[in-house]
């Protein structure tokens, strides 16, 4: 039986969902105390992922691109970073990254997700040349790229401000930014697992300057390592405030601690119903956010398809070359075929439509079906 006070509590969170109220700090960590049966906070969130997209689950036929795994930094969750001397450590010349970029438009891709280590000694023009080159030779590939950890990176090698920066490389190709990079903002815990890295200020002084610039956005969380309910909570709540003043984020991928070939190996990855409940809550706090993203590949396919009914309305794309979570042990496959990921959407009760970045419909030629249209204008 649920204990009187965490039951009212939770009816007055219900009432305020039901009535279309936005809820606070106490409300969310509510939402997380597991005195609270998991299946009547993906009701709620359920309701609320009705309300906004009915029974539609969205996808892209993506890629990835990390052009370099050396770092100056040691974040304690990442597996994929290397030394500079490390036989581990690669960094990919121009003919590879244009590869891929053939690869990727030969597959009918619409986004490349471009993310990578602060190589110690590439310049600031590599970074930008990726950008520049891939865009020049396959311009209807949008590119996602660079989060604020790199863009701080690039504010430090050109001593520009980062307006300057996002700005030079939106000339260049830039077309948004992932959502990575954010972690746990709140530095009880950011200054245990990535202490020299971009802080909060510099995550949202990079966003919201993307914003201001006219980018899109995403933004990330990753949970189950050092966090605390509290934490999380506070961590949403500041991705809402700024979304109220720029309205610039599209999505929102609640990332799942993968442990393996990590400095906090010890630590166990989180359960199915833990990564649940982080889209449930994540669906009912972010009133404002369009999207909830249920990244499949850190899921895995059966979560991602039940998450679909508490509060996730994507399951991001068919992917190709992720690197960062299959080196921390994820299992789940590198590639999804289109077929598979709609059938996957099918059985789960849901209605799949292709998007591209910007979250447009696309059509695609039945003749041939690597190429592509918009069918839609932004519906965010
Ligand atoms: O910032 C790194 C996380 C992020 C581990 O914008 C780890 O559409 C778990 O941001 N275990 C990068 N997580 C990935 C990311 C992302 C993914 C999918 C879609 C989008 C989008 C963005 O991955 C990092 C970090 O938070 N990460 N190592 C690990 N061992």
């Known amino acids: 039986m649920i204990a009187s006070s965490v039951a009212r509590r939770f009816d007055q969170v219900c009432g305020k969902v039901e009535n279309g109220q936005r809820l606070d700090l106490e409300d969310g960590l509510t939402l997380y105390d597991p005195a609270i049966p998991l299946p009547e906070v993906g009701r709620l969130a359920d309701l609320v992922r009705r309300r906004m ?69 590439m310049p600031y023009s590599w970074y930008r040349g990726i950008i520049e080159s891939l865009h020049r030779e396959y311009p209807s590939l949008h590119l996602k790229a660079w989060t604020p950890v790199e863009i701080g990176w690039f504010e430090f090698l050109t001593k520009w401000p980062v307006r300057r920066v996002l700005a030079d490389l939106m000339e260049a190709g830039l077309g948004s930014l992932p959502g990575g990079g954010a972690e746990i903002f709140h530095p009880e815990v950011r200054d245990q697992i990535c202490e020299h890295k971009a802080d909060a200020h510099k995550w949202f002084e990079v966003h919201r300057t993307a914003h201001e610039l006219g980018l899109r956005s995403n933004c990330t969380m990753l949970y189950g390592h050092l966090e605390q309910p509290y934490h999380r909570v506070d961590h949403l709540l500041r ?16 990332l799942a601690f993968h442990p393996d070939n990590t400095q906090l190996d010890h630590l166990r990855k989180p359960s199915a119903l833990e990564d649940l409940r982080n889209i449930a809550v994540a669906r009912l706090m972010l009133d404002n956010v369009a999207h909830i993203k249920a990244y ?39 590639f999804l075929s289109v077929d598979r990921i709609e059938a996957l959407i099918r059985e789960a009760g849901c209605q799949p439509v292709e998007r591209d970045t910007l979250y447009r419909r696309i059509v695609r030629d039945p003749e041939d079906r690597r190429r592509w249209s918009v069918a839609e204008p932004t519906p965010v």
């Not at 892209?60 to 795994?69: G, M, Q, S, V, Y």
């Not at 190709?320 to 080196?327: F, T, W």
């Open 296 to 334: 499949w590949i850190m899921l895995g396919i059966e979560t991602a398809q039940i998450a679909l009914h508490y509060g996730a309305d994507d399951l991001d794309g068919t992917v190709r070359h992720e690197l960062i979570y299959h080196d921390a042990g994820a299992t789940t496959p590198e």
């Open 53 to 121: 997209h009915g029974d539609v689950a969205y996808y892209n036929i993506n890629t990835h691109l990390n052009p370099t795994n050396v770092c100056i930094y040691r974040c304690r969750f990442c597996a994929f970073r290397s030394d500079l001397r490390d036989p581990k450590g690669y960094v990919m010349g121009e003919e590879q990254i244009l590869a891929r970029g053939r690869e990727a438009f030969e597959n009918g891709c619409t986004e490349m997700h471009i993310v990578g280590g602060l190589h110690h000694k």
């Open 239 to 254: 991705l809402r405030e700024l979304q109220d003043q720029t309205g610039g984020f599209q999505t929102f991928i609640p």
